[in-house]
């Protein structure tokens, strides 16, 4: 039966113009896909949101302090900070709650700079505390602070360029024409596609001095005025000159900060007033909480947060007879209140965003300063030859001001004055609109000669500017000049207290653990025991249990690191002071429940690194690839327990070999096949997740079996199974060559 047919105007004819109705997939290169729709917005988050410029501002914290410039809050009184927020909308479309955050960052209550930029009064939060929440921004008031001054001189002087707001209603600075050197001395991290920034704050009077010191000799010694970095919370900075040398140099590293602490002798308690910028004071109290649970921390018996509007303080109350240096030396070891703080000095320089060290930054700085400067002293310069201008014209009519009045009186229609007065005077149009703009009371005499008077200490000072901008030594003092002046009335005592050499070294002394030799057993359901030799004499058989068995025995020290390789590609590194000693009687601890490791994984081997993670380590995969990495790829600066990504995911693990030294190995596939190789072959690599070099040709059905070194092999014929080159696909093994050996009876 034929299909009946649809009406013509029933059927539905897509819009071109309208989305959703193509059902069609249309296929372009990924290429084009991100360059159409990935990329500019990645440039948009990296050129115009989360990286500073070289006025050490982002765009939000830009459009707010403008704005409040323009409400006239440098000078007045403090306003609703609901009210800043609303008249910031006009330049920022990203919503009221962004705005109020940016100034809570920015602000003298919060505490996360060194030099705030908003005077506030109210709740603003603090920034060393996770849950002390600001109040609203009804409720909290703000203007502008006196430094700000020094960010917006001259601002109206063409020092800057002017760019659109969003919707082109308005004008914004693109950059503010700050005095000295921001970008060192306010801190500032941001995130962007692909990079990021970290740049940790310097105090104002060694960054004045500093670029004073570098404007005077580009090749002077930074160390010499720019001490260290600087935190608005305080602490104690642990000054390596060479690691400080190196953020100098290259922008990059990092610094170690600890807390400041004093102890109470009366009340047996210690007192932590000062923390580490990285951290707040309840992550701290989380760390202490958690190490006295495991009883990692028995000398402590409470521990309490007593900050209140005199600042931050961390009471500690001790147990009768505990050491207190030796106490905080082992929490500085074991929570934040030791830290390091990453230094990433990533600066968006005419849009384009570099890493660059404090040298290149004050050159830019200085760079830029000094042509803010000269368009000031030229815009100065402009103002002043049209006064001059003005003024000869005025000089004129010095003469004869009944001839000028005359004129005006003569003239009938209006719009004849002007040329008349040119004519009469022989001045042009400019200057005879001045001299007809004269208010009547001041045509006397008097008045136009005080303002002729004028003409020679203003040509002096025309002469002056453009020395100026023909004296580039001129400019160079002016800066001089603006930062000595800004470092005077604005420089503040460092904050962070930093120790040199032996109070330094002093400062990072660990606490002592014992130290004394043990024995180890792990086994292959992963239970772990830790054994003295004594007790290894009393009792020397190992109990497992039902169906477990053991899989490796070491011989250590008590200080020792030990690392534990898993089936789920990770390793764990911890402390062998961390396990209880126990006997050979006992089954020892669960490695997964002591580890804090994921549902299902277990420990497929071990290693005892050692104190400078000297030589490498060999993984072999089923499908006959071997990985050769470095042990020391597995040192980590951090504490931390858990390293993913510790081998290649790619084909199942065989097994692990530790190497000291090059060597020769048999490698056994399940054909059975052999293949012995030098260990000289397989290139080492820096990467963990490497899949390594194929070592032995494998047919599809076939895996490799396992690993042994050729003395542990009964292999007799070596030459038949040795190469000289990998991959190789080994010799079939010969009952002669082969592992199992037959047990004889004596």
């Known amino acids: 039966m034929p299909k009946k047919k649809q009406p013509e105007g029933s059927q539905h004819k897509g819009n071109p113009n309208v989305m959703g109705l193509h059902p069609a997939v249309v296929e372009e290169p990924i290429t084009q896909t991100l360059e159409t729709n990935y990329m500019p917005y990645a440039m948009?988050?990296?050129?115009?949101?989360?990286?500073?410029?070289?006025?050490?501002?982002?765009?939000?914290?830009r459009k707010l302090l403008y704005t409040m410039y323009k409400m006239g809050l440098l000078t007045g009184g403090r306003t609703k900070s609901a009210n800043i927020v609303g008249q910031t909308m006009r330049l920022n479309p990203h919503g009221d709650a962004a705005i109020y955050e940016t100034m809570v960052r920015l602000s003298k209550g919060y505490g996360a700079l060194l030099t705030p930029f908003v005077d506030s009064k109210g709740n603003f939060g603090k920034v060393y505390s996770r849950d002390m929440a600001y109040a609203a921004s009804r409720y909290t008031e703000a203007k502008l602070s006196p430094i700000c001054a020094e960010l917006f001189r001259d601002i109206d002087s063409d020092t800057v360029d002017f760019i659109d707001n969003y919707d082109n209603t308005m004008k914004e600075p693109a950059l503010l024409p700050t005095t000295f050197p921001n970008i060192l001395v306010s801190a500032n991290s941001g995130i962007a596609v692909g990079m990021a920034s970290q740049l940790c704050g310097f105090n104002l009077s060694e960054v004045c001095q500093t670029?004073?010191?570098?404007?005077?000799?580009?090749?002077?010694?930074?160390?010499?005025?720019?001490?260290?970095?600087?935190?608005?919370?305080?602490?104690?900075?642990?000054?390596?000159?060479?690691?400080?040398?190196?953020?100098?140099?290259?922008?990059?590293?990092s610094v170690k900060v600890r807390a400041r602490w004093r102890y109470v002798k009366a009340e047996n308690l210690i007192e932590i007033y000062e923390?580490?910028?990285?951290?707040?004071?309840?992550?701290?109290?989380?760390?202490?909480?958690?190490?006295?649970?495991?009883?990692?921390?028995?000398?402590?018996?409470d521990m309490r947060d007593e900050t209140d509007l005199s600042g931050l303080k961390l009471a500690i109350d001790l147990k009768r007879g505990t050491d207190p240096d030796k106490l905080m030396a082992k929490l500085f070891r074991m929570t934040t209140l030791q830290d390091s703080i990453s230094c990433n000095f990533n600066v968006l320089i005419a849009g384009q965003p570099r890493v660059l060290g404090v040298r290149q930054i004050l050159e830019e700085w200085t760079g830029w300063r000094t042509d803010s400067v000269r368009r000031r002293v030229h815009f100065v310069l402009?103002?002043?030859?049209?006064?001059?201008?003005?003024?000869?014209?005025?000089?004129?009519?010095?003469?004869?001001?009944?001839?000028?009045?005359?004129?005006?009186?003569?003239?009938?229609?209006?719009?004849?004055?002007?040329?008349?007065?040119?004519?009469?005077?022989?001045?042009?149009?400019?200057?005879?609109?001045y001299v007809a703009e004269i208010k009547l009371r001041n045509i006397n005499k008097e008045y136009i000669l005080k303002r002729v008077q004028e003409v020679e200490s203003l040509q002096d000072e025309?002469?002056?500017?453009?020395?100026?901008?023909?004296?580039?030594?001129?400019?160079?003092?002016?800066?001089?000049?603006?930062?000595?002046?800004?470092?005077?009335?604005?420089?503040?005592?460092?904050?962070?207290?930093?120790?040199?050499g032996q109070e330094a070294e002093a400062a990072e002394e660990e606490d002592p653990v014992e130290d004394y030799p043990v024995h180890l057993f792990l086994s292959r359901e992963g239970y772990f025991k830790k054994i003295t030799p004594q007790s290894l004499r009393m009792s020397g058989e190992q109990k497992y249990k039902e169906g477990d068995g053991p899989s490796q025995s070491f011989e250590a020290t008590n200080r020792s690191e030990i690392l534990f390789f898993t089936d789920k590609c990770q390793v764990y590194k911890i402390r062998l002071s961390e396990f209880d000693d126990t006997k050979a009687s006992v089954l020892g601890e669960y490695l997964p429940g002591k580890l804090g490791m994921d549902e299902g994984e277990s420990v497929v081997w071990a290693c005892l690194p050692g104190a400078d993670y000297a030589g490498e380590l060999l993984f072999f995969f089923e499908n006959g690839k071997?990985?050769?990495?470095?042990?020391?790829?597995?040192?980590?600066?951090?504490?931390?327990?858990?390293?993913?990504?510790?081998?290649?995911?790619?084909?199942?693990?065989?097994?692990?070999?530790?190497?000291?030294?090059?060597?020769?190995?048999?490698?056994?596939?399940?054909?059975?096949?052999?293949?012995?190789?030098?260990?000289?072959?397989?290139?080492?690599?820096?990467?963990?997740?490497?899949?390594?070099?194929?070592v032995m040709t494998l047919k599809p059905k076939y895996r490799l079996d396992h690993v042994s070194a050729v003395e542990d092999t009964g292999i007799v014929h070596h030459s038949r199974y040795r190469v000289r080159a990998v991959p190789a696909a080994g010799a079939l093994l010969k009952a002669e060559d082969s592992e199992e050996k037959q047990l004889e009876l004596l």
């Open 44 to 61: 948009s988050v990296i050129v115009s949101r989360a990286i500073p410029e070289i006025d050490g501002f982002k765009p939000s914290h």
């Open 211 to 253: 670029t004073v010191a570098y404007l005077k000799n580009p090749e002077c010694n930074l160390q010499d005025t720019l001490l260290a970095p600087d935190f608005p919370t305080g602490g104690e900075l642990l000054c390596d000159p060479a690691a400080l040398e190196d953020i100098y140099r290259t922008g990059r590293g």
């Open 275 to 301: 923390i580490p910028y990285s951290t707040t004071t309840e992550a701290i109290l989380d760390k202490v909480a958690e190490l006295i649970k495991a009883g990692k921390a028995k000398e402590i018996s």
């Open 382 to 433: 402009g103002k002043r030859r049209e006064k001059l201008h003005l003024l000869k014209g005025l000089k004129r009519i010095l003469l004869d001001i009944d001839k000028a009045v005359r004129i005006i009186r003569e003239t009938e229609a209006e719009a004849d004055v002007i040329p008349n007065l040119m004519i009469g005077f022989g001045i042009d149009q400019v200057q005879a609109e």
């Open 462 to 500: 025309i002469d002056d500017l453009e020395d100026i901008l023909q004296n580039p030594k001129r400019v160079k003092k002016i800066l001089i000049d603006e930062l000595t002046a800004v470092e005077k009335k604005y420089g503040q005592p460092r904050r962070t207290v930093i120790l040199y």
């Open 626 to 694: 071997v990985a050769r990495v470095a042990l020391a790829a597995y040192r980590t600066t951090s504490n931390r327990r858990k390293l993913t990504g510790a081998y290649s995911d790619k084909s199942p693990l065989v097994c692990i070999r530790r190497l000291d030294e090059d060597g020769e190995l048999a490698v056994y596939s399940t054909e059975p096949r052999c293949l012995i190789f030098h260990t000289s072959l397989l290139a080492p690599k820096t990467t963990r997740t490497t899949q390594g070099v194929q």
